[in-house]
């Protein structure tokens, strides 16, 4: 892993894996999409929106030259093969883990964070995994698949437990799936009391960040899978990923971006979260 799997890299991303304290890693999977697929195009979508924005943030005072980061493309994953391209995830996040990496991904479709929870959950046994998103995925079958983009949080919760799950943003899934999430008490607003009750619950916790981009209103961003009317403005998103600035951050991905050429505005929404992230948990500037 000294060098990048490919040329195209996220914005001021480093060469040098060695000395980086984290790493991006594009997930380019898609095989249970079920509305458009495409996902699988997305983490070199974003690397390249990515040079349309600056490295600075005015909104938090901060830089991407102070973070010390490297990009190692894609991995390459088997086509139509889905247990296999989960184990490849697996093995390679486990990888990065045990050399010290704070591993952040680029789907891809929702399921590549099954085995991505899975291997840092080894590493942090008392993780708390943060859902932004606005589906539950929360079924324990979809279209008759047990491993989906739809399941994937019911898959989380066989080895994660109901109290160390917050899910965010929610607004469509069944009813089957809200009754569960009211039973384990998982689901929350994006309403200022909600972020508070969450920052006291994670307080002292190690935190692992899911964001479907999905969690944005289409109006926001229309470049996804599964798009739900009713959702966050873009600084509602900043404000939510802000709630965690104080917490150990040990993993993060961003899934479900469907890029939609020739005009790349999602694709530009997708990598300022990606930015504003890497600034709010990896740089040690003050706003």
């Avoid at 891809?108 to 959950?121: F, Q």
Wanted: charged share 20%; proline share 7%; aromatic share 8%.
């Amino acid at each position: 892993m000294e060098t990048r799997f490919n040329s195209l890299h996220f914005l001021n991303a480093q060469p040098e894996y060695t000395a980086a304290s984290l790493v991006l890693l594009g997930c380019p999977f898609d095989g249970t999409s079920s509305y458009q697929p495409g996902s699988r195009f997305a983490p070199n979508a974003i690397r390249e929106a990515s040079w349309a924005l600056e490295s600075y943030s005015p909104k938090l005072n901060r830089d991407l030259s102070e973070i010390n980061f490297c990009d190692l493309g894609d991995l390459e994953l088997p086509f139509g093969n889905t247990q296999r391209a989960l184990a490849l995830i697996e093995q390679t996040i486990d990888h990065l883990l045990n050399e010290h990496k704070v591993p952040i991904t680029l789907g891809g479709e929702h399921l590549i964070s099954l085995p991505i929870i899975k291997a840092v959950k080894k590493y942090y046994p008392d993780l708390m995994v943060i859902h932004l998103d606005a589906h539950a995925d929360l079924r324990d079958e979809y279209l008759g698949e047990q491993l989906s983009h739809g399941t994937v949080m019911r898959r989380v919760l066989e080895f994660v437990e109901g109290s160390h799950l917050i899910q965010i943003g929610i607004r469509s899934g069944t009813r089957e799936e809200f009754l569960l999430a009211r039973k384990i008490g998982c689901q929350y607003k994006a309403w200022p009391s909600d972020l508070e009750i969450i920052k006291q619950k994670i307080n002292g916790y190690p935190i692992y960040i899911s964001l479907d981009l999905d969690i944005l209103d289409p109006a926001v961003l229309p470049g996804t899978g599964t798009p739900e009317p009713g959702g966050l403005t873009f600084d509602q998103v900043i404000e939510i990923l802000s709630t965690f600035q104080a917490a150990e951050v040990v993993g993060m991905d961003v899934v479900e971006l469907l890029p939609q050429p020739p005009h790349q505005v999602s694709s530009i929404v997708a990598a300022k979260i990606i930015r504003e992230s890497l600034l709010l948990y990896f740089s040690s500037s003050s706003p």
